[in-house]
């Protein structure tokens, strides 16, 4: 008999001490919000070539913002906070001490291009002779552009006016791969187009990587045929081997129309696309570059496969489905752009985190004292279960923290504290209801065992109503609203889990004591002489 | 017995039906006050939901504290202020009208030209090194409208919940002591011009869970004891009321254990060890918390009561106690018994207390 109280006692112990454990092994901790502990900040400012103004201007930064937030709630509950102060975009993110993931979450350029495979190349440039696109100082000022209008370009292939003003002005009219403004040869020697000059109407020379990370080929790609705005929506999932995105397209002509085009192209080897492979570039990096076998596609088969891993082929699903920005940001890395990322610091910082947490703590000691005093020996039994959550509680922020980088904030540890009483009220429902029994005549022994399934069914549907709360905020909310179903929901499932679990076979155990039995006072329990008294 | 003494052994006989009209009347004119507050003196919406100022001036090794004590005499203690990667960033509300001058450049508003002084001379830079501009809100109102689509799915499904599980006339009283929870701590921010910070929107949202599990609670209980209509002739009233006096401890126990923690934060968190920003959101939670467990007593089960006196019928009543016993028998059955096999001369549940 003991041994079957015991057992799940011992093990429930077993199960939260293997998990903080694992928790402390793994290095998870939790992660402070913006305003405990500061984070990164990204400043978007347009770019200056920008020729939106007014309304239109400030509908694009509207939108943008929406964009930014819909992508970083995507990414996980954590609170960022974003803001337009005046034509600029403030991206706030907690605890993103690397500055790079910063960026790669507000992730500024992305968009997606399908452009034609022109031409292979080897994977470095190849010297021809008297070659006249490289320049003679142009080869030692690194990377430079490939575009006509560039400076290393022949003189005669376009205006010599500024570069970046006109380039659409500059490039031959064309298709695909039609009329580049260069040949083929002229491009084995040309360097791979930098981000700067890599625009959806010019031409471009990117490499092809291979899953190390180091360039395999180079790819001529022809003008961008169709981009992401074509895209209904996309998800990323693990499909045979590899992780891999799956878009679907809009219906009708300004959707997969347009992607059967170019796959009708590709697969009839038109002139645009004469090597017949359609390359898929994100943000100036070539995905893949599948052979087009089919002239025509559904417009929900089609599937993105490159060097994915989960991380970023979610990340890339989720730049897919909420679009590219309406506008062109200033690039944040140049110095010279209004756009820069840089670490913020706490808007409350350490004094608030330490008064909170003092304050929970004198909080936790006067409610142990009142339940001692009230509950004697069950009251000790209720801390020792409001331990065992607190524990999974923390295991579990710890783990989200770390995998949905939700960020513990001022307002999180309140609720927090506060979940300690509330958390508690299993435990009084429970003891009030024995209380009854014993008061009616049972004996404690039997109490416990009659009492339980009564409270516990009351604790079951009232939290169930708190889960279902939260689960319906969860899904339908962003931000901290977001966050604090998340804590709602997961004080209910372990209140419940604690109850059951450790509640049920402690109390049980302590009514098998002769100690106990002997001295009911000890319980917090109503004695013999008082049941009698009535 | 002393009172305390018969609270302690769930004994008390405290007569809630005979406190409801008069409970209710005070709420209803606290309501309304609140209401009124709402209404006339609005919200002080914080600078996250209505925007303000954002000014930037370059500075090296500056306290936010420093800061902060230099804003105080222009009444901006509570400005949001962060330092790092070089540069001081100080944003503060402003009015829609300052926000609208600054944003077309206009000249300012002096209490612009004052934080960029102050700013100026605490860094030590000219004042033309302070970039002044607009900031948006950012919890904007794509987030509140998603947030109150949210809520609205929300009680229609509590709703139906409460109606299946129990009845339509508790979910009708316990959105309705919602409600009444909500609306008086939002009239309290209304009345006292407290600032509304996504924080307090949180705060706001956890009365409201609060309030619904407590209300839960107590109509389990009435509930459990609706078997007293036939089994011992008593009226719908009576059974509500005894259920009352049966979960009054637990009510108080509960309150207490979710009090003390908030009550902490308020006196040693916000009181003694000076976090401003605790005060108000301690402040709202523990009245919240109050209300919430009051609530239940005195506003859900009269609402209930009283529907259910004037619509529910005779038939319902057998019916719903037939369902009840027959989720009981089931749950039973799933529990291993123990050691002690109970006798079965002794019915488990009905109390035998007829003492009244």
Redesign the interface.
């Known amino acids: 008999?003991k041994r079957q109280v015991l057992f799940p006692i011992i093990g429930i112990l077993v199960i939260v001490g293997g998990l903080l454990a694992w928790s402390i092994a793994a290095g998870n901790s939790v992660l402070l919000g913006l305003d405990l502990e500061?984070g990164a900040?990204v400043v978007l400012e347009p770019a200056e070539d920008i020729e939106l103004t007014g309304t239109a201007l400030d509908e694009a930064l509207d939108r943008s913002?929406?964009i930014i937030?819909n992508r970083v709630d995507g990414l996980g509950v954590a609170e960022p906070?974003?803001?337009?102060?005046?034509n600029?975009i403030?991206v706030q993110l907690p605890g993103v001490e690397d500055q790079q993931r910063a960026l790669e979450v507000v992730g500024q350029t992305a968009e997606l291009r399908f452009r034609p495979v022109c031409a292979i190349l080897p994977p470095v440039p190849i010297e021809v002779d008297g070659n006249p696109t490289s320049g003679n100082d142009g080869e030692n000022e690194g990377p430079v552009g490939l575009l006509p209008s560039d400076e290393d370009a022949p003189p005669e292939e376009g205006p010599q006016s500024d570069a970046n003003e006109d380039n659409n002005a500059a490039t031959p009219i064309g298709i695909g791969c039609e009329n580049l403004g260069f040949t083929q040869n002229d491009a084995l020697g040309m360097p791979n187009t930098v981000a700067d000059d890599d625009i959806a109407e010019n031409p471009v020379i990117l490499p092809l990587l291979d899953s190390e990370g180091n360039p395999y080929q180079r790819l001529l790609l022809g003008r961008t045929m169709l981009t992401g705005a074509a895209l209904e929506t996309a998800d990323a999932s693990f499909a045979g081997l590899e992780w891999s995105v799956f878009p679907t397209f809009r219906s009708g002509e300004e959707g997969i129309d347009l992607f059967n085009a170019a796959a009708n192209a590709c697969y009839n080897r038109q002139p645009i696309c004469q090597v017949g492979q359609l390359a898929i570039v994100l943000d100036g990096v070539i995905e893949s570059a599948p052979t087009v076998n089919t002239p025509y596609f559904e417009r929900d088969q089609i599937v993105i496969s490159g060097n994915f891993d989960q991380t970023r082929a979610e990340d890339t699903a989720l730049v897919l489905r909420y679009g590219s920005l309406p506008l062109e940001f200033g690039d944040p890395t140049d110095p010279t752009s209004g756009s820069?990322v840089?670490?913020?610091?706490?808007?409350?910082?350490q004094?608030?985190l330490?008064?909170?947490v003092?304050?929970?703590l004198?909080?936790?000691a006067?409610?142990a004292l009142?339940?001692f005093a009230?509950y004697k020996l069950l009251g000790v039994a209720a801390m020792l279960s409001l331990a065992i959550s607190g524990t999974m509680l923390w295991v579990m922020i710890s783990w989200l923290s770390e995998t949905r980088s939700y960020a513990l904030?001022?307002?999180g540890v309140?609720?927090l504290?506060?979940s300690?009483?509330?958390s508690?009220?299993s435990n009084?429902?429970y003891f009030?209801h024995l209380?009854?029994d014993i008061?009616?005549?049972r004996?404690l022994?039997?109490a416990?065992?009659?009492a339980?399934?009564?409270a516990f069914?009351?604790?079951f549907?009232?939290?169930?109503?708190?889960l279902?709360?939260?689960a319906?905020?969860y899904?339908?909310?962003?931000?901290?609203?977001r966050g604090?179903a998340l804590m709602?929901g997961l004080a209910s499932i372990l209140d419940l889990l604690a109850t059951y679990f450790f509640i049920r076979p402690v109390v049980?155990f302590l009514g098998m004591q002769k100690l106990l039995q002997n001295r009911p006072w000890l319980s917090g329990l109503?004695t013999e002489e008082?049941a009698e008294q009535? | 017995m002393t009172l305390l003494k018969r609270m302690y052994r769930n004994e008390t006989e405290v007569p809630f039906s005979k406190l409801w009209k008069s409970i209710t009347l005070c709420s209803l004119a606290v309501l309304i006050l609140s209401v009124g507050g709402i209404a006339f003196r609005g919200l002080n919406l914080g600078l996250e939901f209505e925007g303000g100022g954002a000014w930037e001036v370059p500075a090296e090794n500056i306290e936010a504290e420093e800061v902060r004590d230099a804003l105080r005499p222009l009444g901006l203690a509570d400005a949001r202020i962060q330092t790092g990667g070089g540069v001081l960033r100080v944003r503060t509300e402003l009015s829609k009208v300052t926000q609208t001058a600054l944003d077309s450049g206009e000249e300012s508003d002096p209490i612009v030209a004052q934080v960029t002084t102050i700013l100026a001379q605490i860094t030590g830079q000219e004042e033309t090194a302070v970039s002044v501009s607009t900031a948006g809100p950012s919890w904007g109102e794509e987030i509140t409208n998603k947030a109150i689509n949210a809520l609205i799915v929300f009680f229609i499904v509590i709703a139906l919940y409460i109606t299946i599980r129990l009845r339509w006339e508790m979910a009708v009283g316990a959105l309705v002591a919602v409600a009444h929870d909500i609306v008086i701590t939002v009239g309290i921010y209304a009345i006292f011009q407290f600032e509304v910070t996504p924080p307090t929107v949180i705060a706001f949202l956890t009365i409201m869970g609060y309030s619904l599990y407590d209300t839960l609670v107590v109509f389990d209980k009435v509930r459990d004891n609706e078997h007293l209509l036939s089994n011992a002739k008593l009226s719908y009233t009576e059974v509500v009321e005894k259920a009352l006096n049966q979960v009054f401890m637990r009510s108080v126990n509960t309150s207490i254990t979710s009090i003390l923690p908030v009550v902490s934060v308020l006196v040693v968190g916000s009181g003694i060890m000076g976090a401003v920003t605790l005060r108000e959101f301690a402040l709202a939670l523990l009245i919240g918390l109050i209300i919430g467990t009051f609530s239940s007593l005195f506003i859900a089960a009269p609402c209930a009561t009283v529907l259910r006196n004037k619509f529910g019928d005779e038939d319902s009543d057998k019916r719903s106690y037939r369902l009840s016993e027959a989720v009981r028998r089931r749950k039973k059955s799933s529990i291993p018994t123990a050691s002690t096999p109970s006798n079965p001369a002794i019915p488990p549940r009905p109390r035998k207390n007829k003492r009244r």
């Open positions: 008999m500061g900040e913002v929406e937030r906070d974003i803001t337009r102060q005046s600029r403030v820069r840089r670490l913020v610091s706490a808007t409350l910082g004094d608030a330490d008064a909170g003092v304050a929970g004198v909080g936790l006067l409610v009142y339940m009230y904030t001022l307002a309140v609720g504290i506060v300690i009483g509330t508690l009220d009084v429902v009030e209380k009854e008061r009616n005549g004996t022994r039997s416990v065992d009659q339980f399934p009564v069914k009351t604790i549907w009232a939290n169930l109503a708190s279902i709360g939260a319906i905020l899904w339908l909310t962003v931000g901290s609203v604090f709602l049980k109503p008082t009535k």
